[in-house]
Antibody
Framework: QVQLQESGPGLVRPSETLTLTCTVS???????LSWVRQSAGRGLEWIGR???????HSNPSLTSRVWMSVDTSKNQFSLRLTSVTDADTAVYYC?????????WGQGALVTVSS | DIQLTQSPSFLSASIGDRVTITCRAS??????LAWYQQNPGKAPKLLIY???TLQRGVPSRFSGSGSGTQFTLTISSLQPEDFATYYC?????????FGHGTRLDIK
């Protein structure tokens, strides 16, 4: 059984960097891991994906601010989003990325506020 | 970016009804389309991938069809647990995009 769990600060100040970790148990080696966020105003928005071999693709709307990494020894994936604003307030999910996103974390609410 | 337009945005139906949700892509995406169900406060759940392949464990009352730019999700006989929001997603090209959702309420 595959399980994913997001962790990180729930509150980030404007202009600072949002950092989240996705810890995976189960089979992730052959798959991409995608990050998705959801807010009332923007619906579901794909942030990007990273493979355990290091291949990365990100949403062009966020590329300049997004950085993704993987630590295979810990089965952990990280997301960093720099220079955050109110518009980055959302629930952030990580998901195993196959022919669809078949396993998801429970989501982490991140609020951008001073 | 490929835009996905779902219709309707809201749908009221009764237990036992057959319902169909449509997803139209702004350009052809072959069959690189998935459908998700989401309940409040929960992560989306994959129902169908490849436009018509049922994800393991998903009841057979769910079905998907289509290719190119027109896709449908059909629920053959609504059950109480089916009242939720449904999203389509295209995985044909970057960036991966989602539709804006169809909220299915009980009548």
């Amino acid at each position: 059984q595959v399980q994913l769990q997001e962790s990180g600060p729930g509150l980030v100040r404007p202009s600072e960097t949002l950092t989240l970790t996705c810890t995976v148990s189960g089979d992730i080696i052959s798959y991409y891991l995608s990050w998705v966020r959801q807010s009332a105003g923007r619906g579901l928005e794909w942030i990007g994906r990273i493979h355990t071999t290091g291949g990365v693709h990100s949403n062009p709307s966020l590329t300049s601010r997004v950085w993704m990494s993987v630590d295979t020894s810990k089965n952990q994936f990280s997301l960093r989003l720099t220079s955050v604003t109110d518009a980055d307030t959302a629930v952030y999910y990580c998901a195993r990325d196959s022919q669809g996103f078949d396993y998801w974390g429970q989501g982490a609410l991140v609020t951008v506020s001073s | 970016d490929i835009q996905l337009t779902q219709s309707p945005s809201f749908l009221s139906a009764s237990i036992g009804d057959r319902v169909t949700i449509t997803c139209r892509a702004s350009q052809g995406i072959s069959t690189y389309l998935a459908w998700y169900q989401q309940n409040p406060g929960k992560a989306p759940k994959l129902l169908i991938y490849g436009a018509s392949t049922l994800q393991r464990g998903v009841p057979s009352r769910f079905s998907g069809s289509g290719s190119g730019t027109q896709f449908t999700l059909t629920i053959s006989s609504l059950q109480p647990e089916d009242f939720a929001t449904y999203y389509c997603q295209q995985l044909n090209s970057y960036p991966i995009t989602f539709g804006h959702g169809t909220r299915l309420d009980i009548k």
